[in-house]
Each structure stands twice: as structure tokens, then as C-alpha cells.
T-cell receptor
Framework: EAQVTQNPRYLITVTGKKLTVTCSQN?????MSWYRQDPGLGLRQIYY???????DKGDVPEGYKVSRKEKRNFPLILESPSPNQTSLYFC??????????????FGSGTRLTVV | TQLLEQSPQFLSIQEGENLTVYCNSS?????LQWYRQEPGEGPVLLVTVVTGGEVKKLKRLTFQFGDARKDSSLHITAAQTGDTGLYLC??????????????FGKGTLLTVNP
């Protein structure tokens, strides 16, 4: 089944404790992205990757890191989480043909609480 | 200012009614997508439109991309309670060089009452 798998689904952590949210896709998509979703603010892009070893900042990259060492994986790293990073996070991947995005497949989400 | 403005923000209707939600921008998009999201779950892609003026149908849902590729609409005929959810539009555009970014509207929360 074509899917994007995120782990963990739920995470409660303390301020300053480094964490990684994993994301893996099995569709051989080149384009992957991380979003956070907050009430009243909608989905905001954190980072995206056009291909292996190619990443770029989205609209809200502060406090986050990503890496793309292989096509299928795109982990999101919070080096020193703070309470304002409490949110619902989504990883997504998409197929691009001639620069046209034909639609994201989203993971099921990671609900992160930083206390 | 929001790149993509969706309207209305909230919509509550009775089963069997028709409805239209809108997605507007001053920017031109290379493609525009519509998603439906259930609480706590990831958005699910409904349709992608690419060509200006394009109309796509998915059962009772009709999607239209504006001629200038700046806006889109989603029309639902004879709404059912199962149509309840958050409807999101997302526009894809060149952000410089060979980089493209997909930006989401804030969504229309649709409630269909029995």
C-alpha cells in the first residue's frame, strides 16, 4: 500500500530534550515536506526537500532541522524543543512531473506536546 | 496576508443541500489541489487541477480552476453527513529557481447535519 509513515503518533517531552520524528514513504517520491498545524493558523510548511541532499526552509523553520540522506526518509529534528513547538505535525510526499505537483500523500500525524 | 483565502471559514448545512466553497488568491499557481481532513488525521487528496478553466468531477463533488489559475471552487451537490470535514485548498507555485512550494489555505470547516 502506498503510504507515508510517521512515528511516533503521540509524543510528550520536556523542554530542551532533543527529539526526532521519523518519516518514511514507499512511493519513490522525490519531493517531501514537513508541516505543522495549529488552530487558527492552518498548515504551515517547516522544511521541504526536492530530492536527496536537497532541502530548503519553509515558512516556519526556526527551531527545526531536517536531513534527506536517502529518498524514502525525511526525519524532523528538534534540537531543543520549546513549548511553542507543541503542535500537530505532518509529513507529506508528492510526485512532481515537469515541476507540477500532482498532490501530497500525508502521514497520519504526530501530536507533540512540549512541557 | 494569507496567500490563499478560503471562504467561508465555517459552513453548517442540512443533508441534501448544495454548497460551494471558494479558494482565492492574487498569485498564479502551476497547480491547485483540494484536500479533505478529518480531526487528528492527515489531509487526503481529493483532486489536482492544472489547466486554467479545468473542471473535474468526483461523484457529487465538482472542482473548477479559474481561467487565470488564481482561484478555484468546490461544489458539492446533495451533501451527505459523510461529507463533514475540513476542506483545504493548496496552491503550488515557483518560489525561485527550480524550487516550488505548496501553500495551504486555512480551510473551510463543513458540517452536514442529518
Amino acid at each position: 500500500e502506498a503510504q507515508v509513515t510517521q512515528n511516533p503518533r503521540y509524543l510528550i517531552t520536556v523542554t530542551g530534550k532533543k527529539l526526532t520524528v521519523t518519516c518514511s514513504q514507499n512511493m519513490n517520491h522525490e519531493y517531501m515536506s514537513w508541516y505543522r498545524q495549529d488552530p487558527g493558523l492552518g498548515l504551515r510548511q517547516i522544511y521541504y526537500s526536492m530530492n536527496v541532499e536537497v532541502t530548503d526552509k519553509g515558512d516556519v523553520p526556526e527551531g527545526y532541522k531536517v536531513s534527506r540522506k536517502e529518498k524514502r526518509n525525511f526525519p524532523l529534528i528538534l534540537e531543543s524543543p520549546s513549548p511553542n513547538q507543541t503542535s500537530l505535525y505532518f509529513c507529506a510526499s508528492s510526485l512532481r512531473v515537469n515541476y507540477v505537483n500532482y498532490g501530497y500523500t500525508f502521514g497520519s500525524g504526530t501530536r507533540l506536546t512540549v512541557v | 496576508t494569507q496567500l490563499l483565502e478560503q471562504s467561508p471559514q465555517f459552513l453548517s448545512i442540512q443533508e441534501g443541500e448544495n454548497l460551494t466553497v471558494y479558494c482565492n488568491s492574487s498569485s498564479v499557481f502551476s497547480s491547485l489541489q483540494w484536500y479533505r481532513q478529518e480531526p487528528g488525521e492527515g489531509p487526503v487528496l481529493l483532486v489536482t487541477v492544472v489547466t486554467g478553466g479545468e473542471v473535474k468531477k468526483l461523484k457529487r463533488l465538482t472542482f473548477q480552476f479559474g481561467d487565470a489559475r488564481k482561484d478555484s471552487s468546490l461544489h458539492i451537490t446533495a451533501a451527505q453527513t459523510g461529507d463533514t470535514g475540513l476542506y483545504l485548498c493548496a496552491g503550488d507555485r515557483n518560489s525561485g529557481g527550480s524550487n516550488y512550494k505548496l501553500t495551504f489555505g486555512k480551510g473551510t470547516l463543513l458540517t452536514v447535519n442529518p
